[in-house]
């Protein structure tokens, strides 16, 4: 029973090759979201937020 895992059968259903498309899709996806993201974050409006993250804070003394 140990071979087996604890499903009790391995089943021999291909799941890369169909379901490829919806990987390469989803990856594409995200990167175009991560960049749309960071160009919205470089625009005048959100320059100054302090929420954006890719400001540095200001140094306070």
Do not use: C
């Not at 990856?27 to 625009?43: D, H």
């Not at 005048?44 to 890719?54: A, G, V």
């Amino acid at each position: 029973m140990a071979a087996t895992g604890w499903l009790g059968r391995k089943w021999p259903t291909p799941v890369l090759k169909p379901m490829w498309p919806f990987y390469t899709a989803g990856l594409i996806v995200l990167y175009g979201i991560s960049q749309g993201a960071k160009a919205m974050a470089q625009t005048d409006e959100f320059k100054n937020d302090p929420r954006n993250h890719l400001v540095k804070p200001k140094a306070e003394h």
